[in-house]
């Protein structure tokens, strides 16, 4: 992965958020993306998601695996942790990162190959698990970095830049992620800011697997007429479910919208998420209502946006919870917690014969 840094020049008129930092120091280095490409407005708005929420860079662990979407890390947050793992194991790298010290943010950006092809299985597992993280799939239908092959992805009848049409079903990662359980599910466009920084903060926010599906159309190989994941389909074709607004915990709450057109959702944390209706029909905490707002809004040749499942999950409900794991980082316990010694393991080892 290539890495070229940003000279650090900081006006002495920039504003800073509750912890002193401007947005310039939650950027990274220079993008080596196709110049336009829809990934590098996802990086711009996590930085922007990030800065507003006050997280101080090293709380946050940021994983990817192999792909143009996975060299995205690089881009922000050049004073976060970061592993560019194996194509398609970053669930397990994530899972190792987050058993071993929950107190940090977990940001995985991944894309439409590395999640639903090589990596599938990886992917279904830690939405089964409720992994502690924020998951990013930078989608755009095509494998970016061989040429611009079809990704698993890629909708029936769309064409590819040489003009073969795709004629495989897709796999769509939103219905995956309600249909294994998932309790934070969004899908949001990467030229919508507007949408894209309140659904980032949420999910960083919210306990639990927080999936954000981005359309992020390929520049290059897939922003051509024919490509359902072009910019012109996506802004013609995209349908928002439902407006969300993030309040933080540190903020007053106040809702100006009329009675009966806003609910307002309460995070682990005490933040809280205002759902607007654009629907009257739509509601986004019921499953089985959210998958055929799905489908149906697929069969009509649209795209739904905005959060599209929610679950107002218990405290236990995450895999930590699950999973028994201990509250303090294993970095800050004693040795003797760690290495029992013999007998203890002797005694473990008794118990499973």
């Known amino acids: 992965m290539s890495f070229i840094r940003k000279p650090l020049i900081l006006h002495a008129d920039l504003p800073r958020n509750g912890v002193g930092l401007t947005l310039r120091d939650y950027e990274g280095g220079m993008s080596t993306l196709c110049a336009g490409c829809g990934h590098d407005s996802v990086s711009s708005a996590i930085v922007q998601a990030c800065w507003e929420l006050d997280i101080e860079p090293h709380r946050v662990v940021k994983m990817s695996?192999?792909?143009?979407?996975?060299?995205?890390?690089?881009?922000?947050?050049?004073?976060?942790?970061?592993?560019?793992?194996?194509?398609?194991?970053?669930?397990?790298?994530?899972?190792?990162?987050?058993?071993?010290?929950?107190?940090?943010?977990?940001?995985?950006?991944?894309?439409?190959?590395?999640?639903?092809?090589?990596?599938?299985?990886?992917?279904?597992?830690?939405?089964?698990?409720?992994?502690?993280?924020?998951?990013?799939?930078?989608?755009?239908?095509?494998?970016?970095?061989?040429?611009?092959?079809?990704?698993?992805?890629?909708?029936?009848?769309?064409?590819?830049?040489?003009?073969?049409?795709?004629?495989?079903?897709?796999?769509?990662?939103?219905?995956?992620?309600?249909?294994?359980?998932?309790?934070?599910?969004?899908?949001?466009?990467?030229?919508?800011?507007?949408?894209?920084?309140?659904l980032i903060q949420a999910g960083l926010r919210h306990r639990g697997f927080a999936l954000i599906d981005i359309i992020s159309p390929c520049v290059t190989f897939n922003d051509h007429e024919g490509s359902t994941k072009s910019y012109a389909y996506t802004r013609k074709s995209s349908r928002e479910a439902v407006h969300a607004d993030f309040v933080p915990a540190a903020e007053e709450i106040t809702v100006d919208y009329p009675a009966g057109d806003a609910r307002m959702v309460t995070m682990h944390d005490g933040s809280h998420i205002v759902l607007r209706k654009t629907a009257d029909d739509y509601d986004p905490t019921d499953r089985l209502a959210a998958m055929e707002h799905v489908e149906s809004r697929h069969a009509a040749g649209e795209i739904a946006t905005g959060l599209l499942y929610l679950e107002e999950s218990e405290d236990d409900q995450d895999m930590h919870g699950t999973a028994g794991t201990v509250e303090e980082p294993l970095v800050e316990l004693p040795f003797e917690s760690l290495n029992p010694g013999a007998a203890a393991l002797a005694e473990y080892q008794r118990r499973l014969r």
């Open 65 to 198: 695996g192999i792909g143009c979407s996975s060299k995205t890390p690089a881009y922000f947050l050049r004073g976060a942790h970061g592993m560019n793992s194996v194509h398609g194991r970053m669930p397990a790298v994530a899972t190792g990162a987050m058993g071993a010290n929950r107190r940090l943010y977990c940001i995985g950006v991944s894309g439409d190959g590395d999640s639903l092809s090589i990596g599938f299985g990886q992917f279904a597992h830690a939405v089964r698990r409720n992994l502690d993280m924020l998951y990013l799939i930078e989608n755009n239908g095509v494998y970016g970095l061989t040429k611009g092959q079809f990704s698993a992805s890629a909708d029936v009848g769309s064409k590819a830049k040489r003009g073969e049409v795709n004629r495989l079903r897709p796999i769509d990662p939103v219905l995956t992620a309600i249909t294994l359980g998932g309790t934070f599910v969004a899908r949001s466009f990467s030229g919508d800011k507007a949408q894209l920084v309140p």
